[in-house]
């Protein structure tokens, strides 16, 4: 069961490139999360979604879009990268609203960097 | 947007001693998780509390909800080197946006 997948793990950007951070669960969990983690924070939320087409900004989205197509699939894109959007990338997914008996899973993490 | 407060920052114990750790917030939350992070890793969820005054263990983990609903805190009783790593308080109030509220977490270190 390889629950939360992102990819790629590490990656660098110059100012002003596009890219998008991939993210999939197998779990058939409706609700899934993008988070970045800056150093000696605590995990800020960019975007999330309940569900395949429906998704909704966080506290931190200026600079981001994402996309539900299917379940299992939320990418998040990042058009013209800034020195700001440095950062440790995590997405998650819940079977609940509020985070379910589980809490979330959460996956390993995509670290990025805009030079 | 909502805060936890998280303290301590930042620990330095002797293996085996007892470890404890706090969040607080100005809000009520009615959800309180409790997660580890390792190094490179995602959090992981080590204790979900879904009631005020609800106390709940997990091996030598033990947490509670507040009976405010504005608190909560982790013990880890008889440290082992594994514990080594950032716990983090998460609360969720349940209304607005579904995602949960981080403290900035407390970051583990056991001196053997």
């Known amino acids: 069961n390889a629950g939360v997948t992102q990819t790629p793990k590490f990656r660098i950007l110059k100012i002003g490139q596009s890219m998008t951070l991939q993210c999939t669960q197998d779990?058939?969990?409706?609700?899934m999360y993008w988070y970045r983690q800056d150093p000696g924070m605590g995990l800020k939320l960019i975007y999330y979604?309940?569900?395949?087409?429906?998704?909704d900004k966080g506290e931190v989205p200026n600079g981001y879009n994402v996309s539900r197509s299917t379940t299992e699939d939320f990418p998040l894109r990042l058009e013209l990268a800034a020195p700001s959007q440095t950062s440790v990338y995590f997405c998650?997914?819940?079977?609940?609203?509020?985070?379910?008996?589980?809490?979330?899973?959460f996956g390993s993490g995509t670290r990025l960097t805009v030079v | 947007g909502q805060q936890l407060n998280q303290s301590p920052q930042s620990m330095f114990i002797q293996e085996g001693e007892d470890v404890s750790m706090n969040c607080t917030s100005s809000?009520?939350?009615?959800?309180w998780l409790w997660y580890k992070q390792d190094p490179g890793e995602g959090p992981v969820l080590l204790i979900a509390?879904?009631?005020?005054?609800e106390l709940t263990s997990n091996g030598r983990l033990t947490a509670q909800f507040g009976i405010t609903r504005k608190d909560s805190f982790l013990n880890i009783s008889a440290s082992i080197p594994s514990d080594v790593g950032i716990y983090f308080c998460?609360?969720?109030?349940?209304?607005?946006?579904?995602?949960?509220?981080f403290g900035k977490g407390t970051h583990l270190i056991i001196q053997p």
């Open positions: 998650a997914s819940s079977p609940l609203r509020q985070g379910g008996n589980y809490g979330y899973t």
């Open positions: 779990m058939n969990h409706n609700y």
């Open positions: 979604s309940v569900g395949a087409g429906i998704t």
């Open positions: 809000s009520i939350f009615n959800t």
């Open positions: 509390l879904y009631k005020a005054g």
């Open positions: 998460a609360g969720h109030s349940g209304g607005g946006a579904d995602g949960l509220t």
